[in-house]
């Protein structure tokens, strides 16, 4: 894949515009403007007076808008300061504003051209190195169109050029600028300006914002935001139901377990995302009678360097009756809980399937692994399915709990790994029962257990001696690199800090971490990993991508990108939600008209206001403050309160 680590990625899916820091769109490796995967427009280079203007500062203004500023020397110049600067706004749609300023004492007379090209090529054939030429234009109406096997791009301009030249594709101006005078000229791409939209419908998500004395925090917050809004689509067939995209720009569409977990960290934004995001995957589950019914399908993928090379996909059917579950304590109405319920009951159904006669979850592979973190997916997807379960009146309730029993017990004895260090969770067990003990982020999903009735939390699958051992691990320099949690530890064979699973910094993972181990109560631990991502957020201009490189913290260093990350990507955008999220505690239960708080005592960003979330589906409003005291401050009517 081209490397993306050093663009500016503008998005409003299917929308997406890459830039270099520059501004200029050279059609060089992925630059250009995107909409449904296709490139529109790959060259954009713009002279005035006949002179590449000089980059000064590129950089993000908003999620789906970047802001380049460059000045331009001429043959007057008589000193040091250039008496034209030049601002260009970039949009996710292709809509650009160039507008020129004059500092001079006199009236300037510049002749601007912008010439254009586009390939028309599909994003998978440019990463893979297959664009093809750029193709010949034709003038249209006030720009340049393309055509090619059915695809075709518009660029207008406004003001309209005082030439078109279709060979070159080129558009010329001549501008009058009188002293202090300003001219701007707006180029739009296949649409008007106007019809630019975020995806999806803006309330799905609330309105939300976050205050603290460390500024860090409202600037995570207020862009993890503005970023999960921007990777906000429509279902194609049902337009009222919005997902989140997995990342731009490689996964621009739907990955079912990320749009679930991505929904179910973003759950103090209001429900309605779950909704929609369980009703769009309800969609896809497979039915009839064969072994996969009821599964959700999901892609393969990579497991890193210690287990079979694929993942099988059956996270989403895991996660479904999890985010219902959980939704439902957030305040989901009960006309959608009783829409979704069938389709998790299936989810359920296809588990205790699955699991057979054991009490593991095998991977549904020929002779695969029982890996850990499935383990835990499986055993918290049994305990809050069999809770929801028997709150809607519905069978199975026992069976589940009796199965997560078993499960639980035959963990502790085959999973638990003893050394010379204390012990630690297998990464899986091989076909023949084996542990495979390397240390990896994989197991942070065991102190993940979800949320019951009464602010309570399921029981996990580690005994409370097992979960302190964890705790101690994660902190350790070997899985805690200084500016997040490592996927594989640094002293296990197969290392890479770059590894996506063998070593690398997944922000979602370490929002996992950091929450299981404040609510397990090793809040030093969890404040560590916190700080560390926030160092990061800060250096990455607060979007965190998906992941990047996993090397130790030093002295005046900074996190090394990974080149092929996604940025921004809904887990990681969703995970700076929850990470603040974390440090108020809020484990509401919506249908017994009560909210409890665990924060973390320590505050270790000062004190933190959280305002605008939705419990229960009206505004909700808390705060934590210095000494680790929780004050709400709105709250729908009749909620009960209590820490």
């Given amino acids: 894949m081209p490397p993306v680590h050093a663009s500016l990625i503008c998005v409003a899916v299917p929308f997406l515009a890459i830039s270099a820091e520059h501004g200029q769109l050279t059609g060089e490796g992925l630059e250009g403007v995107y909409r449904s995967g296709r490139r529109l427009l790959s060259r954009c280079r713009l002279l005035v007076a006949g002179r590449e203007p000089v980059a000064v500062q590129g950089r993000q203004v908003s999620a789906d808008r970047a802001r380049f500023v460059s000045i331009v020397r001429t043959a007057s110049d008589g000193g040091p300061d250039p008496d034209i600067s030049v601002e260009r706004l970039r949009y996710a749609d292709g809509t650009e504003r160039i507008t020129l300023r004059s500092a001079a004492g006199r009236h300037l007379r510049l002749p601007v051209e912008i010439s254009l090209g586009t390939d028309l090529a599909e994003l998978s054939a440019i990463a893979a190195g297959r664009s093809g030429p750029e193709l010949p234009a034709s003038v249209h109406a006030a720009g340049l169109r393309w055509t090619s096997a059915g695809a075709q791009a518009v660029i207008t301009a406004d003001p309209p050029p005082d030439d078109a030249l279709a060979s070159a594709g080129l558009l010329r101006w001549e501008l009058e600028l009188a002293p202090g005078a300003s001219r701007t000229i707006e180029l739009r791409t296949g649409r008007d300006r106007s019809a630019r939209t975020s995806g999806g419908p803006a309330t799905v998500l609330a309105p939300a914002r976050a205050e603290a004395d460390d500024p860090r925090a409202e600037a995570l917050f207020g862009t993890s935001l503005d970023d999960l809004r921007a990777l906000l689509l429509r279902a194609p067939a049902h337009p009222c139901d919005a997902y989140l995209a997995a990342g731009a720009p490689w996964r621009c569409g739907l990955a079912p377990a990320e749009a679930l977990w991505a929904a179910r960290m973003a759950l103090p934004l209001g429900t309605r995302l779950a909704a ?368």
């Fill in 276 to 643: 929609d995001t369980l009703r769009t995957l309800a969609r896809t589950q497979l039915t009839g009678s064969g072994r996969d019914s009821g599964r959700i399908p999901g892609p393969l993928r990579a497991a890193g360097p210690h287990l079979p090379p694929s993942c099988t996909g059956m996270e989403a059917t895991l996660a479904f009756p999890v985010v219902l579950a959980e939704a439902r304590r957030w305040g989901l109405p009960e006309r959608d809980v009783e829409e979704l319920l069938p389709a998790a009951e299936r989810c359920l159904g296809w588990l205790r399937s699955a699991a057979g006669d054991g009490a593991l979850l095998p991977e549904p592979l020929p002779a695969g692994p029982r890996r850990c973190e499935t383990q835990a997916h499986a055993h918290r997807a049994a305990l809050l399915g069999a809770e929801l379960l028997a709150e809607c009146g519905r069978v199975g309730a026992d069976g589940l709990r009796e199965w997560a029993g078993a499960l639980r017990r035959r963990f502790r004895e085959a999973f638990w790994f003893e050394d010379r260090a204390g012990g630690r969770p297998a990464a899986a067990l091989s076909p023949d029962g084996r542990p495979m003990p390397c240390l990896g982020s994989g197991a942070v999903h065991l102190l993940d257990t979800g949320l019951l009735g009464s602010g309570r939390l399921a029981a996990g699958l580690l005994d409370g001696a097992q979960t302190e051992q964890l705790a101690r691990l994660l902190g350790s320099p070997a899985m805690d690199s200084g500016w997040g949690l490592r996927s594989l530890g640094s002293r296990e064979p197969g290392y890479n800090p770059f590894g996506h699973r063998g070593g690398a910094v997944r922000v979602h993972e370490t929002a996992v971490a950091v929450a299981g181990l404040a609510a397990a109560g090793y809040e030093k631990e969890a404040c560590a990993l916190l700080r560390g991502v926030l160092d990061a957020a800060e250096t990455f201009g607060h979007r965190l991508p998906e992941m990047y490189a996993g090397e130790q913290r030093t002295a005046g260093g900074a996190p090394l990108p990974h080149p092929a990350a996604c940025r921004p990507a809904a887990v990681s955008a969703a995970a700076g939600i929850h990470l603040l999220a974390t440090l108020a505690g809020i484990r509401p239960d919506a249908p017994a008209g009560t909210v409890a708080f665990t924060p973390v005592r320590s505050a270790p960003l000062g004190a933190l206001q959280l305002s605008e979330l939705r419990v229960a589906g009206e505004p909700f409003a808390v705060r934590v403050s210095r000494l680790g005291l929780v004050m709400v401050e709105e709250a729908a009517d009749g909620l009960q309160l209590g820490v």
